[in-house]
């Protein structure tokens, strides 16, 4: 009685058979395939299907489906264009024969949305930890800001009387013969004097707030003409220098200076990281970054140890100022003139550090 109006009606409807074949279309599922109803009719189901659908599990579980039952699939229409659709079965029996009724539905511009919902929340995702980053680092900064000028008031006034100190002892030293009973101790003054004004060297260094000077530098040449600096403290503790450095580098816009001195303090810092030796591994990455959705090339400068590595309940304090695990043989300034000298250029610094494994430190900086 009612299939006149069941038979019209645009919501698409077909009856299959438990294996697939297509007993009966109505009008909507014409428009909605593209087919006629007679093409319809000497389809099965899996002949509607994108090509990489045919072999879904139901298909083959047709004769199985009792209860009422969903899935999305993606369909084709005649002529090929293909939609996603949500299709419905429900178990029917006429006259002893099992059939399914279903219900279809173009669910394409739903998943489109779902789709750019999902991204929308990724980029949401992204800018937050994004902006998580740049609030930490401006309290950093301000933080350092301060210890900085405190600390470039103290070492300038500290360095003119240990410089004078210094010649002092470097004058004493010339008049006095080395066997004079007072040489060993005036040496010991000189030495200390000058380490002393290491120190403040340091400590100016890290202070310093010289905007970067950039030039064009080839980061690869940078990496072994710090290298060859750093050949005795490598040969003193055995250590080898491997090197992954990709053929074309391109040339950066840095402060050649100020770069060669975040790379000197962590080269620094895994040289004294293996006393008894080990290796020294050098690399060269270059990626692309996502941040804010735009893309743009990242040069990393990656530079490994195979020392102890950083236990994780310092990993987060190496970065202070004055932070040293070395006693009187260190400031605690290198990582933190390391950073901010990469975050001048834009860039930042991470760690990856294992205990007993070795410690890779990331200059992480945009081309
Ligand atoms: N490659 C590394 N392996 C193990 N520990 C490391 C490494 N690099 C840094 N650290 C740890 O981080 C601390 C801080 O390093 P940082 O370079 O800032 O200071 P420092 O080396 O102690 O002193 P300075 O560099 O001023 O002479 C170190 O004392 C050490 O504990
Ligand atoms: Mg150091």
Redesign the pocket.
């Known amino acids: 009685m009612l299939k006149p109006l069941i038979d019209k009606a645009a919501f698409p409807l077909l009856v299959i058979d438990q294996t697939g074949r297509i007993q009966y279309a109505n009008r909507g599922a014409e428009i909605i395939t593209g087919y006629r109803r007679r093409e319809l009719e000497a389809f099965a189901l899996q002949d509607l299907c994108a090509t990489y659908e045919k072999d879904r599990f139901i298909f083959s579980n047709l004769a199985r489906i009792k209860d009422l039952a969903e899935i999305e699939i993606d369909l084709r229409k005649k002529g090929g264009r293909q939609f996603m659709a949500n299709i419905s079965f429900a178990p029917l029996v006429h006259e002893e024969n099992r059939f399914l009724l279903i219900a279809l539905r173009d669910v394409t511009a739903r998943r489109v949305r779902e789709g750019q919902i999902r991204e929308l929340e990724e980029r949401y995702r992204k800018l937050l930890a994004e902006r998580n980053r740049l609030e930490d680092q401006v309290t950093r900064s301000t933080k350092l800001a301060a210890i900085g000028e405190l600390a470039a008031g103290i070492a300038h006034e500290i360095n003119n009387p240990l410089g004078i100190i210094l010649g002092f002892a470097q004058d004493i030293l010339e008049e006095i013969p080395p066997d004079h009973p007072f040489f060993e101790s005036v040496k010991i003054i000189e030495q200390e004097t000058a380490r002393c004004s290491e120190v403040v060297k340091?400590l100016l260094d890290f202070a310093r707030l010289r905007p970067p000077q950039m030039a064009a530098v080839d980061i690869s040449r940078l990496l072994n003409d710090s290298v060859v600096l750093l050949k005795p403290k490598l040969a003193k503790n055995k250590i080898q220098v491997k090197r992954i450095i990709p053929k074309r580098v391109p040339l950066m816009k840095v402060d050649p200076q100020l770069i060669q001195q975040a790379v000197l303090?962590v080269m620094?810092?895994?040289i004294?990281?293996m006393p008894y030796g080990g290796d020294l591994s050098l690399r060269i990455k270059l990626t692309n970054h996502e941040s804010s959705g735009t893309k743009a090339p990242r040069i990393k400068i990656l530079i490994a140890?195979t020392?102890?590595?950083?236990p994780d309940e310092?990993q987060n304090r190496?970065f202070d100022p004055f932070?040293?695990?070395?006693g009187s043989k260190?400031?605690?300034?290198?990582?933190?003139v390391c950073q901010r000298i990469i975050e001048d250029h834009g860039g930042r610094v991470e760690v990856e550090?294992r205990e007993k494994t070795g410690?890779t430190?990331i200059l992480n900086l945009p081309v």
């Open positions: 340091n303090n620094l810092n895994a004294q990281a140890d020392g102890p590595g950083i310092i190496i932070f040293t695990t070395k260190g400031t605690g300034l290198g990582l933190s550090s410690t430190l």
